[in-house]
T-cell receptor, first 115, second 112 residues
Framework: DTGVSQDPRHKITKRGQNVTFRCDPISEHNRLYWYRQTLGQGPEFLTYFQNEAQLEKSRLLSDRFSAERPKGSFSTLEIQRTEQGDSAMYLC?????????????FGEGSRLTVL | DQQVKQNSPSLSVQEGRISILNCDYTNSMFDYFLWYKKYPAEGPTFLISISSIKDKNEDGRFTVFLNKSAKHLSLHIVPSQPGDSAVYFCAATQTGANNLFFGTGTRLTVIP
């Protein structure tokens, strides 16, 4: 399967701990996106990369959040000092710039539960 | 500030009948619209899209209609099948923008 993969699928942590999620996009895709989905809501944009450059960050991405894509391949999303409000599904998506307009290929998500 | 709205959280339809899912948007700059389908424990998967230069796009059993003056789009599924049971998200974007704005989703249940 060469789709978008995310790890871990589920993370349970205590408030105040740090967590890191990893995303491996489809190999030839140069754009990588992070979205967050809370219960009863649709996915909300957090940030995106073109190759290794982080080009846009949403206001939802507080200072406790940091995302990297060091070699333009996989990406990590770290949340420091987690809060209960961070509990959500974190979705990674990728696409190849120049193909289509907005079609994103999503991974299965990493569900975070902060106790 | 919800720029894309799906006012029906759920919809139940008999197998073989038509399913109509609705979506409204407020940002007149949006010019490309997409529908995604999501099964439990999976990420959203792209279903069908439409550009604002069109008012209809069809792909097999799925047709999306766009009414720009009303800022409204709808997804028609004919005939509906039990495997169509999922959450459907409407999404919108503006050409050149770098993110999609999603609605809150409609859970479709197709009853055999």
């Amino acid at each position: 399967d060469t789709g978008v993969s995310q790890d871990p699928r589920h993370k349970i942590t205590k408030r105040g701990q740090n967590v890191t999620f990893r995303c491996d996009p489809i190999s030839e895709h140069n754009r990588l996106y992070w979205y967050r989905q809370t219960l009863g809501q649709g996915p909300e944009f957090l940030t995106y990369f073109q190759n290794e450059a982080q080009l846009e960050k949403s206001r939802l991405l507080s200072d406790r959040f940091s995302a990297e894509r060091p070699k333009g391949s996989f990406s990590t999303l770290e949340i420091q000092r987690t809060e209960q409000g961070d509990s959500a599904m974190y979705l990674c998506a990728s696409r190849l710039l120049g193909t289509g307009t907005g079609e994103l290929f999503f991974g299965e998500g990493s569900r975070l539960t902060v106790l | 500030d919800q720029q894309v709205k799906q006012n029906s959280p759920s919809l139940s339809v008999q197998e073989g009948r038509i399913s109509i899912l609705n979506c409204d948007y407020t940002n007149s700059m949006f010019d490309y619209f997409l529908w995604y389908k999501k099964y439990p424990a999976e990420g959203p998967t792209f279903l069908i899209s439409i550009s604002s230069i069109k008012d209809k796009n069809e792909d097999g059993r799925f047709t999306v209609f766009l009414n720009k003056s009303a800022k409204h789009l709808s997804l028609h599924i004919v005939p509906s099948q039990p495997g169509d049971s999922a959450v459907y998200f409407c999404a919108a974007t503006q050409t050149g923008a770098n993110n999609l704005f999603f609605g809150t989703g409609t859970r479709l249940t197709v009853i055999p």
